[in-house]
């Protein structure tokens, strides 16, 4: 079985930083870095109008630790599918300062996996049931170690987010993310189409032309969604279609591909506190689900996603959330009304990590 290290954040005199940093500690997370390591921190930066996202203190104390363990720490996530305030590196690293992170908080620079507009992604062959090849960022790609940082939280697609869907989802490039969200090939709405011909460019299987407005040859294309991403005009609507399993088992496939050439590099935090019943990516957050619970730390993605999942639904919710019953024994599954166990099987099936896991607790 895998080894979580948790620390409880109930009780009095206790400082929630110093439990993160005696967690890298006790979870050996410097052995994850030799002396020169550029080392990748992944965090969500939030949208704005969301205040549930990790705090940036925390990530502070995860920076300082690299660079005793002699490492080069960068702060990262990669853009948005969804047109927002982070769907380019512009807007998205002007949401992160006005969202508490700067190098000034973190002591790290922060730098968006791929780059200005989605398109700066190294392509990752790991040949899956669903996916062949991975867009991943390139800054993470190029990185000697991660170590990834997760608020915990419920979600709309996949149940919970939480180290799985925060690394696969999450690193994934802009058109990586439309492979993972769809599953029906694009389509032009002609109505907003000006001809530009920027599709053309960045279609690799040649299946666009132009005449008074673009054309989709649905027996080339790919389904790469590269035109969706590349139409700044919204003429190639973002395709949401899909199923829960399948989202979850490619967000699994794309976790694979960020980590399967960094062996005995990755760690990663799970921070269950603010609870939301949604995803940071909203413009909002609901109450939380459950009380603040506390810091998790392995070297497992798959045991630490299951060891969050069953210290929530052993606490008592709290009143007035969306939980129709505080004792309810799946609370994730009762909020959202999904199902979020296939990513742990499936993530368990290809080698990812172990359901089974040992909680160790650390005081």
Known sequence: MSEVYFSNLSGKHKSWLDRTSKLFDRAKFASLIEPGDIVAIKVHFGERGNTAFLSPLFVRRVVDKVKAAGGKPFVTDANTLYVGARSNAVDHLITAIENGFSYATVGAPLIIADGINGKDYITVGIDGKHV???????????????????H???HELTGFGGALKNIGM?????????????????????EKCTSCGKCIKWCPAEA??????????ASRCLGCGECTVTCSFEAIAVNWKTEPDLIQEKIVEYTWA???????????FNFITNVSPDCDCCGWNDTPIVPDIGILA???????????????NRTEGLPGSRLSAINDDD??????????????AYGEKIGLGKRNYTLVEVK
């Open 132 to 150: 062949k090849e991975a867009k991943i960022g390139s800054a993470v790609y190029h990185a000697d170690a991660v170590i990834a940082l997760t």
């Open 152 to 154: 915990f939280k419920g």
């Open 170 to 190: 999450g690193l994934g490039s802009r058109s990586g993310k439309q492979v993972m969200h769809s599953d029906v090939l694009p389509s032009i709405e002609e």
């Open 208 to 217: 666009i032309t132009v005449s008074s407005t673009a054309a989709i040859d």
């Open 258 to 268: 960020v980590i399967k050439d960094k062996p005995d590099k990755v760690g990663y």
């Open 298 to 312: 392995s070297f497992d993605p798959i045991a630490i996603d299951q060891a969050c999942v069953d210290l929530v």
């Open 331 to 344: 609370k994730f599954r009762t909020v959202t009304g999904i199902d979020w166990r296939p990513q742990l």
